[in-house]
């Protein structure tokens, strides 16, 4: 017996000592990580890690070209991860010290939860540009990244506003639609004459499974009835069961016994459901997205090799349907910070000036992944259009941003998610009055401070 | 339970498993189609080419991670299955417990202190950082499994090797290992996929490009905005792709299982 | 167990279970401590200020509708997955037994979906049901059932129900692997004196099969209730949570909490209810299932 357990107890530590090993050597490649990164004495190389959403792979690729080409001492070391990927990733990094040097942030609910671990940015930039930097920016998109208290932590990106729709002028053309609709009147009209001579194709795909799109939806529509109340609401100044926001919950609920709203339109995903299975399948005439995706159109980008390849496509503002006139929601897109505890400070401002105000800026503006936030960018791709309604459409979009009525993302992300839940109960047939209270009381536990 | 079937009885048989057997393909069939459009193989080709994937590497990554795990929750798992199983010790019943609660942890609640650990061990983007953590994800699961199947070996067996002055590893090693061989194929291969399969533990503890898992690559197709046609295509070559190490362990866990039966039927 | 006896015992037995404890205690006890040490405090899950608050995270989850919801959602969802899963599992595993032309290659189409990853087959299933165009409402309108042709995923009367289609399409395979291997140990023999007894299919089934894999049955029960409370990717590819809450599961609700709205005491709470619920479940099921042994 002594024997075995002997042997035993040897499998054992064998096999500890295996995994301590394997720890190690994985340790050692870190350290041997960091040993370079902060080694930043001059003539060394120095590494900035960036977390973000976008760029997106394609377009990271060519600005962090351009920037390590004008750059030779930094090294960029970029990691892309959908959205949600990003917020998990990010999340339990920043918590445990462990975050990037310059990271993707999202301004309103994130931004705020974040401001104490970023680096206030208004010195910084006082620093390096000078006073008066703030005018180089579109001034809608810098009141959008100070956290709570006034602290500046990030610096703007680009701009994107809701609530468009994408349309396609080929269907459009076939069925004798000569006029985008402007008004709620018109948009029925146009969808009757799809389904009459559509051959099936659905007039409107809308992704309503997505919280974020509703809400995209709600402010929007809010600012149709009363423009400006649903902000005060957001700060709790103001009931969520006041009279504007039942108008607008009626009228939401009218788009789906309206029938504009495509029949299951809860379950499907504004990406990639809607988009692929519908507008690019060519099964729908208009699609209701943002304004970000104005660009898509663009040769090598989304649009090759759908079904709709050799179609038109343009874009119009979401149509009147209160009795204020439609104007779009901005905010901006994604914000770039400095982690606070960032050892490479320097290189990642270095980064963040080339995003925002360098070349960086002008090569997203090409891509056309949101409004510029620089002021006077041009975007220079606009000739690369195969089609007149496409070029138009960039026209439309910016022109919609630089009169917006009001910002689209709100502050507290369980509002947010309260509004979505609500709204998606309500298409779903719940009475209107339950589900604004339903949000209302979910308002009531928000500590706003 | 069939014996002498008769020819009617047989073809019976053979039509409600195929009519499942379409059901069951439908979806597959439609995931290969979706893999093929545009480009046809091609997608394939773009998936192992892919400039940002070393594809042969993220699959020796994964294939690694999930052997390495595989083998040591199958080595604790046995081990401590056989005590909770045939050993009596004071603390049994609450050591065991204690493990049974760790069985449904989501790794999406712990993410904060699963990365604190990794960090304070020092193994964050190592393969042991990935190892560790699915070893201990999966291990208690794999020893109720295990344990409940230890429970049905006569003990008869052992007291008679007890008679025969047989250590007690010697009888883990010779009696409950080749008596517990379906079982412990059914673990390891369940291991294997959730290991290969997992996704959160290497999004979270993995940096560096070169230690990707397969699941970890699929980003490289995935975009909400920018998704070209071409990357969805690719996005599901990726996937399948992915599948095919693990459909190949399953085969072999199934034939392993068949000589394992026999060779323990023999035993007992 | 053939004894109520244990035939090995002293401090060895220590060294047996230690290795996994060393492991589960690094990681899953320090999770644990630290999720329940959370769940009483007010944290954002970034930065380093948290605030005692006692049960107040308790309190407001169980005042939630939503965590209500989730609740009665995953006991649904456990009843009716474990329940199809193991009856369709077992019955093809007995057919499978059989051991006719082609059973290797029809065990390993039921397996396929086990194996892959979910992210695939959320993929697939979202187009196949999708209201306007998916293969499923237009194959029901084609047989001319249009009153079946319902909005799978965005109706909430039937969001739930897709979503433990899918489940069971992904994790039947499994249990009729389990339930084939234990298959495989049962000798002929015994199947061979029952025909001799005139014995017909149902009785040879429900008298000396089912009894037979009884085993396999608890492992599956177990692994339901596990399964059941660890569902996540499904849920949040196919329908996350939506619409409305109609479909919110215990981990849909852990994780909007935390990452979504930055609430991660409330999210430790509920995760904690996790951890209670799996340990209660468990120590009943096992309690129960050794009973049966005794009584046998």
Redesign the interface.
């Given at each position: 017996m002594k024997k075995g357990s002997f042997k035993f107890v040897l499998v054992l530590a064998l096999s500890v000592c295996l995994l301590l090993t394997a720890a190690a050597c994985g340790n050692k490649n870190a350290e041997s990580n960091t040993g370079n990164n902060g080694g930043a004495a001059s003539g060394e190389q120095e590494t900035v890690t960036f977390w973000s959403w976008v760029p997106t792979d394609v377009q990271a690729e060519k600005a962090i070209a351009t920037f390590e080409a004008a750059n030779p001492n930094i090294k960029v070391d970029y990691w892309r991860g959908e959205q949600t990927d990003f917020q998990k990733k990010l999340q339990v990094a920043m918590a445990a010290n462990e975050g990037p040097d310059l990271l993707g942030m999202q301004v309103g609910g994130m931004l705020n939860q974040y401001a104490n671990t970023l680096e206030p940015i208004e010195a910084l930039a006082d620093k390096n540009w000078g006073a008066g930097w703030q005018d180089k920016f579109v001034k809608a998109s810098i009141d959008q990244v100070k956290a709570t208290d006034g602290t500046m932590v990030a610096l703007p990106l680009n701009l994107t506003g809701q609530e468009f729709v994408l349309y396609n002028k080929t269907i459009f053309d076939k069925l004798g639609i000569t006029k985008v609709p402007a008004t709620y009147e018109e948009w029925l009209t146009v969808n009757a004459t799809i389904r009459e001579k559509g051959n099936g194709i659905v007039p409107v795909a809308f992704g309503a499974k997505d919280i974020w799109h509703d809400v995209d939806m709600f402010v929007s529509l809010s600012n149709q009835f009363a423009s400006g109340k649903i902000y005060e609401a957001e700060q709790g100044k103001l009931a969520w069961t006041d009279q504007v926001f039942v108008d607008t919950m009626t009228a939401w609920s009218k788009l789906f016994t309206d029938k504009v709203m495509q029949d299951g339109a809860l379950g499907l995903s504004t990406y990639p459901d809607a988009r692929d299975q519908y507008f690019y399948s060519g099964k729908a005439a208009m699609f209701l997205t943002g304004s970000w995706h104005a660009g898509f159109s663009l040769p090598g980008g989304e649009k090759d090799g759908t079904a709709i390849e050799n179609d038109e496509i343009g874009i119009f503002l979401l149509p009147q349907i209160g009795p204020n006139e439609a104007r779009a929601v901005a905010s901006v897109d994604t914000a770039l910070s400095i982690n606070k505890s960032s050892k490479h400070k320097e290189a990642a401002w270095k980064l963040l000036e080339f995003m925002t105000q360098g070349e960086g800026q002008q090569i997203m503006a090409d891509f056309i992944q949101g409004s510029p936030a620089k002021v006077g960018v041009q975007i220079q791709s606009l000739d690369q259009f195969k089609f007149e309604a496409e070029r138009e459409g960039i026209k439309t979009v910016n022109d919609a941003i630089a009169n917006a009525i009001g910002k689209r993302l709100l502050d507290y992300p369980e509002l947010t998610n309260a509004i979505g839940v609500a709204m998606q109960d309500v298409a779903a047939g719940k009475s209107i009055e339950t589900a604004l209270k339903d949000i209302q009381k979910i308002s009531d536990g928000i500590d706003r401070n | 339970?069939?014996?002498n079937?008769r020819k009617i009885d047989?073809w019976a048989?053979?039509a409600?498993?195929?009519v499942?057997?379409l059901i069951?393909?439908?979806?597959?069939v439609?995931?290969v189609i979706?893999s093929l459009g545009?480009n046809g193989f091609g997608n394939y080709l773009a998936v192992i080419q892919h400039p940002?994937v070393n594809y042969f590497l993220v699959v020796f990554n994964s294939f690694f991670i999930a052997v390495?795990t595989t083998a040591?929750v199958g080595?604790?798992?046995t081990?401590?299955a056989?005590?909770?199983s045939?050993?009596?010790?004071k603390?049994?019943d609450v050591?065991f417990?204690s493990?049974?609660?760790?069985?449904?942890?989501?790794a999406?609640?712990?993410?904060?202190?699963?990365?604190?650990?990794a960090?304070t061990?020092?193994?964050?983007?190592?393969?042991?950082?990935v190892?560790?953590?699915l070893?201990?994800?999966n291990?208690?699961?794999m020893?109720?499994?295990l344990k409940?199947?230890f429970?049905?070996i006569?003990?008869?067996i052992?007291?008679a090797g007890?008679i025969d002055g047989?250590?007690?590893?010697?009888m883990?090693r010779t009696i409950m290992i080749p008596l517990g061989v379906?079982a412990i194929?059914?673990i390891a291969v369940?291991t294997f996929?959730y290991s290969w399969?997992d996704?959160?533990i290497p999004?979270?503890l993995i940096?560096?490009e070169k230690m990707y898992t397969v699941?970890l690559a699929?980003?490289?197709f995935?975009?909400?905005?920018?998704?070209?046609?071409?990357m969805?295509a690719q996005l599901?070559a990726a996937?399948?792709l992915?599948?095919i190490p693990?459909?190949i362990v399953?085969?072999f866990g199934?034939n392993a299982?068949?000589s394992g039966?026999t060779a323990?039927?023999v035993k007992s | 167990m053939t004894g109520n006896r244990s035939v090995l015992s002293g401090w060895r037995a220590y060294l047996y279970v230690l290795p996994i404890l060393v492991l589960s205690g690094l990681f899953l006890y320090y999770c644990i401590g630290f999720t329940v040490y959370t769940s009483f405090h007010s944290w954002n899950g970034i930065d380093t200020d948290m605030k005692y608050i006692g049960f107040d995270n308790y309190i407001k989850l169980f005042d939630d509708k939503s965590y209500h919801i989730a609740l009665r959602n995953n006991l649904i969802f456990f009843v009716c997955t474990v329940g199809v899963q193991a009856a369709l599992g077992l019955m093809l595993a007995v057919l499978l037994r059989a051991r006719l032309k082609g059973h290797a290659i029809f065990r390993s189409v039921y397996f396929i979906p086990t194996i892959m990853a979910p992210i695939i087959i959320a993929a697939i299933f979202r187009i196949i049901m999708d209201t306007n165009f998916g293969s499923l409402n237009e194959g029901l309108r084609a047989i001319g059932l249009d009153f079946l042709a319902v909005s799978w995923l965005g109706d909430p009367k039937y969001a739930l129900m897709s979503i433990i289609i899918v489940n069971i399409f992904e994790w039947m395979g499994f249990s009729m692997t389990l339930y084939y291997s234990a298959l495989l140990a049962i000798p002929d023999e015994i199947y061979e004196s029952a025909k001799i007894d005139g014995s017909g299919f149902w009785r040879t089934l429900f008298k000396i099969t089912v009894p037979l894999v009884g085993g396999t049955t608890s492992t599956l029960v177990i692994l339901g209730i596990v399964g059941s409370l660890k569902t996540f990717d499904i849920v949040s590819l196919l329908t996350g949570g939506g619409p409305g809450r109609s479909t919110e599961f215990l981990t849909t609700y852990v994780y909007k909490k935390a990452i979504e709205e930055f609430n991660g005491g409330m999210s430790a709470a509920a995760g904690v209810t996790i951890l209670v619920i799996a340990l209660v479940l468990a120590v009943l099921q096992i309690q129960y299932t050794n009973r049966q042994q005794r009584d046998l």
């Open positions: - | 339970m069939f014996i079937l047989k048989i053979q409600v498993l195929a499942f057997a069951w393909l439908y979806p597959l439609q995931s979706k545009i940002k390495c040591v080595l604790l798992a081990l401590a056989y005590a909770f045939k050993m009596q010790f603390l049994k050591l417990y493990l049974v609660a760790c069985l449904a942890i989501p999406t609640a712990v993410m904060s202190p699963l990365f604190f650990t960090k061990l020092g193994i964050m983007n190592s393969y042991a950082g190892i560790l953590p070893v201990a994800f291990a208690p699961f020893l109720l499994i409940n199947y429970d049905s006569p003990n008869a052992l007291e007890m047989a250590s007690s590893f010697r883990y379906p194929i059914n369940l996929i399969n996704y959160i999004l979270l940096r560096d699941t699929t980003q490289f995935t975009g909400t905005t920018n998704q070209t046609p071409e969805v599901y996937l399948i992915m599948t693990s459909v399953y085969m199934q299982m068949k039966l323990g039927a | -």
